[in-house]
């Protein structure tokens, strides 16, 4: 990132889009600020758990803007196996997956010795009232409701990645 600049302890990085101002035609760059606990964690694997090839690429670059080696699974089967072969250091999951959907594949990987300490952040569109607990209730460490911008991705797997062992599921 070479137009990073540090202020008070924080990285300064500009993100890749831009707003127009109708007025006078400037340009303004909007500036996310990562502290240096979230810029620790480049090069963490996190795997994708989407069926949609255009999410899969939003996420997969958004995921790599911010530091992280990004995997993909396309289904819940997929996705048990991935955790289980290339040990994540996140998952993003999916609710609503083919063969298996991203509730069982979530119980599946909690109920998996090697895999139950992986953290899971829900990334779904199901967003009525009751889904957020109902995928907390499922055994995810985290939830998002599509869609959501990059600063809260990067806001909520900073928070998970940091929560303490003790306090994820088991």
């Known amino acids: 990132l070479n137009s990073t600049r540090r202020r008070?302890?924080?990285r300064l990085i500009p993100s890749t889009g831009f707003r127009e101002s109708a007025a006078n035609h400037s340009f303004r760059l909007d500036i996310i600020y990562l502290d240096k606990r979230a810029v620790a964690n480049v090069k963490k694997k996190v795997l994708i758990v989407e069926d949609h090839s255009d999410t899969v690429e939003i996420l997969a670059r958004q995921l790599e803007f911010l530091g992280y080696e990004p995997t993909?699974?396309?289904?819940?089967i997929e996705a048990v196996e991935l955790a289980g072969s290339e040990n994540p250091d996140l998952i993003i999951m999916d609710i609503m997956?083919?063969?298996m959907n991203g509730f069982e594949a979530t119980l599946q990987i909690r109920n998996?010795?090697?895999t139950r300490s992986i953290p899971i952040l829900a990334a779904t569109a199901r967003a009525l009232p009751g889904d957020r607990d109902r995928c907390l209730g499922a055994g995810c460490d985290g939830y998002l409701a599509k869609?959501?911008?990059h600063v809260e991705l990067g806001v909520a797997i900073a928070e998970i990645l940091e929560k303490p062992s003790s306090q994820k599921p088991l």
Do not use: I, W
């Open 112 to 114: 998996n010795a090697r």
């Open 8 to 10: 008070g302890g924080k």
């Open 72 to 76: 993909v699974a396309r289904d819940g």
């Open 97 to 99: 997956l083919p063969k």
């Open 147 to 149: 869609p959501f911008s």
